[in-house]
């Protein structure tokens, strides 16, 4: 089940981490990485494909009012969405990042869209005070264990800046 469907969570943004995609890891790995940051997550909705290599996932993480469903997209897609990112990211940010990152990127042919999700109030007026809760920390965790174990970037696609790579 994505967040999606979840009631009690809504969407925030996507962050994404490319990589090659012969460094797809299996999802044995990518659960022992995740689960050596913290014990207060939980992992759910595991899947592999037919080889064991990771296909999707969700964490919750209730003390930062978030979860956080991954899930792999790779090829042709991949590879002109990546060179597109880059090149945007040349033209606009200020912190694109050295040229060979840029250059990695756009060589990428695979990725972990990751999609943050906060935890909505369970009352209306609780909202303005649940909006200060949301935290940012299991976010930036699995972006840097992702990009460690797949030997990727981990970007900000909207506001074009590199978050952290191996």
């Not at 042709?76 to 606009?92: F, I, N, S």
């Not at 990042?97 to 999700?117: C, E, N, W």
């Not at 809760?133 to 909207?158: E, F, H, S």
């Amino acid at each position: 089940m994505s967040m999606f469907e979840d009631s009690q969570y809504r969407w925030r943004e996507t962050y994404f981490v490319l990589f090659q995609s012969s460094n797809r890891p299996v999802l044995e790995t990518v659960k022992k990485a995740l689960a050596e940051l913290s014990d207060q997550y939980t992992l759910t909705n595991l899947k592999a494909d037919d080889s064991g290599l990771c296909e999707s996932l969700t964490l919750l993480s209730p003390d930062d009012f978030a979860a956080l469903d991954v899930c792999y997209t790779g090829g042709v897609e991949v590879l002109e969405q990546g060179a597109e990112l880059a090149d945007e990211m040349r033209l606009t940010a200020c912190d694109a990042g050295p040229a060979d990152v840029l250059q990695r990127i756009k060589q990428s042919d695979g990725r972990f869209d990751v999609l943050h999700f906060e935890r909505v109030p369970e009352f209306p007026e609780e909202e303005d005070a649940d909006e200060e809760m949301l935290d940012p920390t299991a976010l930036i965790l699995v972006l840097g264990a992702l990009a460690k174990i797949t030997g990727g970037i981990a970007v900000d696609p909207q506001a074009g800046t590199v978050l952290s790579e191996e």
